[in-house]
């Protein structure tokens, strides 16, 4: 079982940072570091991605100069692309929640922020 | 806060190094690894550069959101024309009118491994455009406005 | 500590168990590929491009490529409307 495994490392790596990311976001109660948490798991999900799309001693789908015309799947690829575009705007939505957050009481502890009014 | 004199000379040396390469993988989108997204955020790190170095009211007098504001909505505005010009061309929203055909962006391509040539690909060098700078001013945007909200710290 | 040690035996069955979910999956092989050999032989000659995920982003999707820049637009604008000025009478108590 161990050297299946590690013949399919790109999925090892897959499991063992969504189960980190997992982790930082329950156990820590800084906000910051729950988000960092977040991007992790995202980090997990493109690798995941674009590893199912791979065929062995293929080259990239680009047809300039291309030194044999065996090419991984493209269109994993791009799916990627858009889930990566996507990371980034919800992590800048959520750190500005945060800075706000601070200025409003003054602490970035999550069991601290629990007042609904006022 | 800003930097010392050497970091605030190399990043005014530097930044335009940035902006160039960032607009070569924009517009070779159809050709090399890359395209809008991607060169756009190339775009965006030579103007994140200048943030870091300078100072934050030296920044704001040289990079004005407005300016910004309006490269954004530009951007997005050409790939929204840019898809629109297809059904003045009886093709689908989209459909990519220009390829293969001669005229603008129309050379035939090869079929098979080949050196690239600019000029093919229709419409897609315009939708890369469109997006690049529209990700370009998005970042910047995002960044100045997280700039604005740091408390700045009495120097001694 | 009990809610620890529960979180953290939760952890560890999930690793056992995506472990031997992974393990199975096909890597270097993918069973069913038809629509990437149809993008691969055609895409030169459809689009006109020679870099087929450029073309299969632009071109084959372009639908998606328009939702997604519509997000990067809604991301700016909410992170523009939390750093608005203040008026006259509202302020934060630690800015």
């Excluded at chain 1, 930082?24 to 991007?39: D, P, T, V, Y």
């Excluded at chain 2, 190339?42 to 704001?60: C, F, K, R, S």
């Excluded at chain 2, 989209?94 to 080949?114: I, S, Y």
Aim: proline share 4%; net charge positive; hydrophobic share 50%.
């Amino acid at each position: 079982m161990t050297t299946e495994l590690l013949l399919k490392l790109p999925y090892f790596t897959v499991v063992v940072l969504t189960l980190l990311g997992l982790a930082a976001m329950i156990f820590k109660r800084n906000l910051i570091k729950i988000l960092m948490g977040l991007s992790l798991m995202e980090s997990a999900v493109n690798l995941f991605l674009v590893a199912t799309g791979y065929r062995t001693g293929g080259v990239a789908p680009i047809f300039t100069n291309a030194p044999s015309p065996h090419m991984t799947l493209p269109t994993v690829q791009a799916l990627t692309l858009t889930s990566i575009v996507i990371g980034v705007a919800t992590s800048a939505m959520m750190l500005s929640f945060a800075m706000v957050i601070y200025k409003k009481y003054g602490t970035v502890d999550a069991d601290k922020v629990k007042k609904l009014k006022g | 806060m800003k930097m010392t004199k050497i970091v605030r000379t190399t990043a005014d040396v530097f930044y335009p190094f940035c902006l160039v390469f960032g607009l070569y993988v924009v517009i070779h989108g159809h050709l090399t690894p890359g395209g809008g997204f991607q060169g756009g955020a190339v775009m965006a790190t030579g103007a994140a550069l200048l943030i870091v170095a300078h100072a934050y009211t030296d920044v704001t007098r040289r990079i004005r959101k407005t300016a910004l504001k309006i490269l954004e909505a530009i951007g997005l505005m050409m790939f929204l024309f840019a898809g629109l010009s297809g059904i003045l061309f009886e093709r689908p929203f989209m459909g990519n009118w220009m390829a293969l055909t001669g005229k603008l962006f129309g050379t035939p391509v090869a079929h098979g491994p080949n050196p690239g040539d600019l000029n093919t690909a229709g419409l897609l060098p315009l939708l890369n455009l469109g997006v690049g700078i529209e990700v370009l001013g998005g970042l910047t945007i995002i960044l100045l406005y997280m700039l604005s909200g740091i408390k700045e710290e009495k120097q001694p | 500590m009990m809610k620890i040690a529960l979180y953290a035996t939760i952890l560890l069955v999930l690793f056992g168990g995506l472990t031997y979910i992974v393990a199975d999956l096909p890597f270097g092989a993918p069973p069913v590929s038809d629509m990437d050999d149809y993008f691969i032989r055609n895409g030169q000659e459809q689009t006109g491009a020679n870099n087929i995920v450029t073309s299969i982003v632009f071109d084959f999707r372009g639908f998606d490529t328009l939702g997604e820049a519509t997000v990067l637009f809604t991301a700016v604008l909410g992170v523009g409307m939390m750093f608005r000025k203040m008026k006259e009478g509202e302020e934060y108590e630690n800015d």
